[in-house]
C-alpha cells in the first residue's frame, strides 16, 4: 500500500511538472478581489500589489475533493485539479493574519509567491501546503505546525524542489524537531539547510540571531525603513542621502509643510522620486543642506558623522534637546580620531556620543570614524538607539 502511495504522488508531481510549462503566461486575470477560502475564512486581492491577505477564524478547506473549484468550467485546466482562487498566478506576497487557525492541503499549488507570512494562530500545515516549484520564502511567526508529509510522516513536510525556504523565528518551538523534505532524483532527501531563523521582519538576509536583527524588526514594525526589494533588507549595503531624508520625513509623521519638493530646490533631485517630498521637507526645516554647485547629491552613500549630523538637527527642530556639555556620559572629544571630525559634525557627534546613539568601532578605544560609510544595518541598530533614548 504504501509503495502504490508513493508512486502515485510520483506520478502526480510529474504530471504538475509537465503542466507548469504551459502556465507560464497564465495571469491572475481570473482571480477576483475578494473570495472565500473556508467556512469563515476569506480573502482579498491587491491587484496593484501583487498581495493576497487571508483573515478570518478557524481552518482553511483543503484544496482537493472537499473543496470549490476556482476555475471556469471552459478552463482546460478544470477537470484536472481543484484548486485555490489564486492558484497558477504570480504573486508578490500572500499574507495570512492571525485567526486563521490552519493552511489548507494543496494551498500553494503550483502558484508563483515570492513571499508568504503565516501568522502565530495557524497551527496546522498540511501536507502539500507549501509544495510549490515558485514560492521562495515562507515566514511563520509561531511555533511549528502540527503536520504531515505526503506520506504521513507527523512533524515533516514536503517544499518545492530547492525553491522554497521556511523561516521560523529564533524563540519559536518545535522547529528543531522539524523535518523539512524536497524531492531529489525520485529520492526524498533531507532539507534541513532551507528551515532558518528570521529577525521578525520577514527579510530572507537577516538571521533571527544576527547583531542588528531587533533594530531591523524595529524600523520594518514601525515602518521607518524598507527593504531593498520584498524580502531583502541588504544590511551590508549603504544608506543614500535620499534615503535617510526619506526615514526622517517618515519619523515626523510625513507632515504637511509650505515650501517646493527636493526638485524645486536641487537640480539632480529628480521629480516624483520616492525621496523628491522628503529632501524638500528637510531642507525646509534646516535638517539637510545641499552642495554649493546647487546639487543634493540624493544617491550619495551616508557617512557616520553626515549621520550624526542629521540626527542632531531632527532632535534639535523636533525635541529641542541640546547637549549638555558639563555633564557628558562620554565625551567624544578624547576619541582618537576626534581630529579627523569635520567642524560642521563635531557638535553632533558630541550628542550621539553622550545619547549612546553612536559608538566606537574599536573595543579598546573610543575611535569614531566620521567618515566610514554607515551600513543599513548600522543605521537601522542607530536609529533604534535614538528612538529608545
Known amino acids: 500500500m504504501k509503495k502504490l502511495t508513493k508512486l502515485l504522488c510520483f506520478v502526480l508531481a510529474i504530471s504538475m511538472l509537465l503542466c507548469i510549462p504551459a502556465l507560464a503566461d497564465r495571469t491572475n486575470s481570473y482571480l477576483e478581489e475578494s473570495g472565500k477560502l473556508g467556512d469563515d475564512v476569506y480573502y482579498s486581492y491587491d491587484k496593484d500589489a501583487g498581495t493576497v491577505r487571508i483573515y478570518g477564524s478557524g481552518p482553511m478547506w483543503h484544496f482537493t475533493d472537499d473543496a470549490p473549484k476556482a476555475l471556469p468550467e471552459d478552463d482546460p485546466l478544470y477537470d484536472y485539479f481543484k484548486i485555490t482562487p489564486f492558484c ?38 498540511e501536507r502539500w501546503a507549501v509544495l510549490g516549484s515558485g514560492i521562495k520564502s515562507v515566514y511563520f511567526y509561531g511555533d511549528a505546525p502540527d503536520t504531515t508529509d505526503p506520506f504521513g510522516k507527523r512533524d515533516a513536510a514536503r ?11 529564533a524563540d519559536a518551538k518545535g522547529w528543531d524537531k522539524f523535518d523539512c523534505q524536497k524531492w531529489v532524483d525520485n529520492i526524498s532527501v533531507s532539507a534541513a539547510d532551507q528551515v532558518k531563523t ?87 526645516n534646516g535638517i539637510v543642506f545641499g552642495y554649493e554647485d546647487g546639487s543634493f547629491k540624493p544617491d550619495r552613500a551616508l557617512n557616520r558623522q ?41 557638535e553632533a557627534m558630541q550628542w550621539a556620543v553622550d545619547k549612546g546613539i553612536i559608538y566606537g568601532t574599536d573595543s579598546t578605544k573610543l575611535v569614531l570614524a566620521p567618515f566610514g560609510t554607515a551600513t543599513r544595518a548600522q543605521i537601522a541598530v542607530m536609529l533604534s538607539r535614538y528612538l529608545t533614548t
Not at 495570512?96 to 497551527?123: H, M, P
Not at 517544499?159 to 523565528?169: A, E, F, K, Q, V
Not at 528570521?198 to 514594525?221: N, T
Request: hydrophobic content about 40%; aromatic content about 12%.
Open 159 to 169: 517544499i518545492g524542489d530547492g525553491c522554497t525556504t521556511i523561516y521560523h523565528l
Open 88 to 125: 497558477y498566478g504570480k504573486l508578490n506576497s500572500v499574507i495570512i493574519e492571525e485567526g486563521v487557525t490552519s493552511l489548507g492541503d494543496r494551498l500553494f499549488w503550483a502558484c508563483e509567491v515570492t513571499q508568504v507570512q503565516v501568522a502565530a494562530s495557524v497551527k496546522t500545515f
Open 306 to 346: 553626515e549621520l550624526a549630523a542629521l540626527l542632531y538637527r531632527y532632535d534639535w527642530k523636533f525635541t529641542e534637546h541640546e547637549v549638555d556639555k558639563n555633564g557628558l556620559s562620554l565625551d567624544a572629544s578624547t576619541a582618537a580620531d576626534w581630529d579627523t571630525v569635520s567642524s560642521f559634525a563635531k
Open 198 to 284: 528570521f529577525c521578525g521582519a520577514p527579510y530572507s538576509d537577516v538571521a533571527g540571531d544576527a547583531w542588528c536583527a531587533d533594530a531591523v524588526f524595529e524600523m520594518w514594525r514601525c515602518g521607518l525603513m524598507n527593504g531593498t526589494s520584498l524580502d531583502v533588507f541588504s544590511p551590508n549595503a549603504s544608506l543614500t542621502r535620499g534615503m535617510m531624508a526619506t526615514i526622517l520625513y517618515r519619523m515626523a509623521g510625513e507632515p504637511e509643510y509650505t515650501g517646493g519638493a527636493g526638485s524645486d530646490k536641487f537640480a539632480d533631485v529628480g521629480e516624483g522620486r520616492f525621496c523628491d517630498k522628503a529632501i524638500g521637507w528637510a531642507s525646509a
